[in-house]
């Protein structure tokens, strides 16, 4: 307290002998207020009207008249508040308390000149941390982001904070009030800068802990396609993001992702897993469609010819797509009756259209096998009687094992000569006594048209002498010569078979 004040109240403090009367009216021309508040007021004043301040007051509206806003301090200090500085907010009512602080003095009026502007600021200054959740108004914007006023406080928020995805325009924030949090205070500087993405992302935590123990496996949920990577989609089922791998995104095989899903699309997905330790979730789009492989017994009946198109080629055989996610498989030995084949890309390449014959279909384990070969003629139908038992034919020879040799008889048909059946010599190796491309001279052993084998020898060919062809050139060589002296009319002389019997 300043001397000049401390004798202002001496003059006032009460003597020994002052009576009571002087004491009554003393007291009452004071209104309640002790010497030493009164003292106090006045300093404060004088403080304000030099600009020193008071820090943060607080007081409580007494009235509210036009643009002027009437705060009691406390005692007989009283000052007036711009209304103007609730632009952004309700007008106090009359009785509530408000936070100001003390810009100056009007002696005229004897009022204390208040601001709340700078009281909040006095406040949030004191206040503001890192890590604290504030509100504020954007109040502009700018290449780098947001500029926004928090209680006063001009801050800025950088514009890969505003949002957890990419942000294009920034003129839509304007005017808004965000919630967001303090990332960094420099008080000396008066910089404050702030996030909305880190509590956005904090939201998004707590949801997909919501969402996580809600989730249950074998459940349909809806979603949104967020992200595609070669691999399979990332998709958010609210607040959580699962994976729908490639596999199974359709019955049919897919290449490409993005032939499936958008990004931004809408779909219907089940969960088919939850690891709730490591936080992902696998899902499944083919799993909410219908199954391509019901009633394929009734579509795809044993022995029908169809047609398909030829997705694989494998070392066994050649996958063929009969209907979007069904696919059936053309072995390596159903593939010709002609030629043995290598490789299937010697009859058929991918994307190529084929007929084939439905061999078998197994539902159980969705696997339909196929046969080129058996769409046309079949070789073998017949052989039985074509070579039968006994029979002398020519046939190429067309592969060559250790024990014996295969020769074919016709086109599709293979017979088997074994080593023992190649001479009546002995045979060391096979290789020695024929070749690949060799044609020969052998006899049918034996036919099983059902199992697709035919027995053959030639060693036995050698002994079967053709009767038919023996007497037609019996005949010729008798007709070239002439006739001896009595022999016209006479017959040739009846040979005997070779041993073995007669073809």
């Known amino acids: 307290m300043s001397e000049q004040n401390e004798n202002k109240l001496n003059l006032f403090r009460p003597k020994d002998n002052l009576d009571a009367a002087l004491q009554r009216e003393l007291d009452e021309a004071l209104g309640g207020m002790s010497l030493d508040q009164i003292i106090d007021t006045e300093e404060a004043a004088e403080k304000g009207a030099r600009g020193t301040g008071q820090g ?19 005692g007989r200090s009283e000052g007036v508040l711009p209304a103007a500085q609730f632009a952004e907010e309700p007008l106090p009512e009359v009785g509530q308390i408000v936070e100001v602080t003390i810009e100056g003095y009007d002696q005229a009026d004897g009022l204390l000149v208040l601001s709340r502007q700078g009281a909040v600021m006095a406040a ?27 209680q006063g406080i001009r801050a800025f928020m950088p514009i890969s904070q505003i949002e957890m995805f990419r942000v294009e325009g920034l003129k839509d924030y304007v005017n808004q009030r965000l ?61 959580a993001d699962g994976l729908l791998h490639v596999r199974d995104m359709s019955h049919a095989r897919v290449e490409d992702p993005h032939e499936v899903v958008k990004e931004g699309q809408k779909i219907e997905v089940m969960i088919l897993k939850i690891d709730r330790e ?48 069904v696919e059936g498989l053309i072995p390596i030995s159903e593939m010709s009756f002609a030629k043995r084949i290598k490789h299937p890309s010697e009859v058929c ?37 074509r070579w039968a038992e006994g029979t002398v034919t020519t046939g190429v020879v ?55 084998r035919i027995g053959l020898s030639i060693k036995q060919a050698d002994d079967v002498v053709d009767y038919a062809s023996y007497m037609n050139t019996a005949d010729r060589e008798a007709a070239s010569q002439p006739a001896a002296e009595g022999s016209k009319g006479k017959k040739p002389p009846k040979q005997k078979p070779r041993k073995g019997g007669l073809d």
């Open 56 to 74: 943060v007051r607080k007081g409580r509206v007494v009235a509210i008249q036009g643009d002027d806003i009437f705060v009691d301090l406390g």
């Open 278 to 325: 490591a936080r992902k979730i696998g899902l499944g789009l083919k799993q909410v469609m219908p199954d391509p492989w019901a009633g394929a017994e009734t579509k795809w009946p044993v022995n029908e010819v169809v047609a398909g198109r030829v997705t694989r080629l494998a070392d066994f055989g050649a996958f063929l797509e009969l209907t979007p996610g």
């Open 179 to 239: 919630r967001c949090q303090v990332t960094e205070v420099d008080r000396a500087e008066k910089n404050v800068i702030v996030s909305r993405r880190a509590l956005l992302e904090v939201e998004a935590e707590e949801k997909r802990d919501e969402m996580f123990n809600s989730l249950v496996e074998g459940k349909t949920v809806t979603g949104v396609v967020r992200s595609i990577m070669p691999y399979g989609a990332f998709v958010d089922i609210g607040g």
């Open 349 to 385: 390449n991918v994307g190529d259209v084929v007929k084939v014959r439905v061999m078998n279909v197994d539902t159980e384990k969705k696997r339909i096998s196929l046969s080129i070969k058996r769409v046309g003629d079949d070789p073998w139908t017949g052989a039985s009687v």
């Open 398 to 452: 067309t592969r060559i094992a250790d024990f014996g040799a295969f020769v074919e008889l016709a086109s599709g048909v293979e017979g088997m000569v074994h080593v023992s059946e190649i001479s009546t010599e002995r045979v060391r190796s096979v290789g020695e006594a024929l070749q690949v491309g060799q044609a020969v001279k052998v006899k049918v052993l034996a036919v099983d048209e059902t199992a697709r």
């Open 124 to 150: 949030a200054w004191e206040t503001i941390e890192e890590g604290q959740v504030v509100e504020g108004r954007v109040t502009g914007e700018n290449k780098g982001g947001l500029e926004m006023d928090i």
